[in-house]
């Protein structure tokens, strides 16, 4: 079966400092990948997705990045964290058929101090 | 352009009572439209999904959904609520390509 692994759990970075969450799949071959934003209260913001290795789309400008550099490992990034980058990261992958729902991982919690 | 909306930020109901999480849609091709339940600091967990096969469409933990296509509507039922469907839910339309637009969801109350 399909496992989706995201790490760490939780995260205290100083603003300023980079960043670098890490999520991977297992039992899966050429995943599409997601990365969603969940700020405190709020719904779920896509940030970035992937149909392929080195195939980023962004969905909004900001001070993120990512990138898969394997076809079952997607990271997101950051060279200088702001106080706004604070929130809940998830991951999550989708298998081909446009009818196949997104599947997630636990989550990362961010805090920026 | 597709959307979700979720009527109702906060349900609260009484344990045994009806679950009724209201979910309309708006797009412009026939929808496969999904619930998912999220519990605090976990991920999204599928509760169910339509995808154009049977109508009415039956879940995990006894959630079920009803497409009406009428109605542009997918609101999720339980019938008797437990303590531990306390929790986020979200409803989501797929996009061409397999993204997702998620609703702003719901939080489900469960009082003793």
């Known amino acids: 079966s399909q496992t989706i692994h995201q790490w760490p759990a939780t995260l205290v970075q100083p603003v300023g400092s980079p960043l670098s969450l890490e999520c991977t799949v297992e039992g899966t071959s050429n995943p599409n990948l997601y990365w969603y934003r969940q700020a405190a209260g709020r719904g779920l913001q896509l940030l970035f997705y992937?149909?392929?290795?080195?195939?980023i789309s962004s969905e909004v400008p900001q001070n993120l990045s990512a990138s898969r550099p394997q076809d079952r490992q997607f990271i997101l990034s950051s060279k200088k964290l702001l106080l706004s980058d604070s929130g809940f990261y998830l991951c999550a992958w989708r298998g081909p058929g446009s009818n196949q729902p997104q599947h997630f991982g636990d989550g990362t919690r961010l805090s920026i101090l | 352009a597709q959307s979700v909306t979720q009527l109702g930020s906060h349900v609260s109901v009484s344990e045994g009572a009806l679950v009724l999480l209201r979910c309309n849609y708006s797009s412009s091709v026939p929808p496969y439209l999904f619930w998912y339940v999220q519990y605090p600091n976990q991920g999204l967990q599928l509760l169910l999904k339509?995808?154009?096969?049977?109508?009415l469409v039956k879940g995990i933990n006894g959630f079920e959904a009803e497409f009406k296509k009428s109605e542009t509507s997918f609101h999720l039922t339980k019938p008797s609520a437990h303590m531990s469907d306390a929790a986020e839910y979200f409803c989501a339309v797929s996009l061409q390509g397999g993204k997702l637009i998620f609703g702003q969801g719901t939080e489900l109350s469960v009082k003793p």
């Open positions: 992937s149909v392929g290795i080195g195939q």
């Open positions: 339509y995808t154009s096969a049977a109508t």
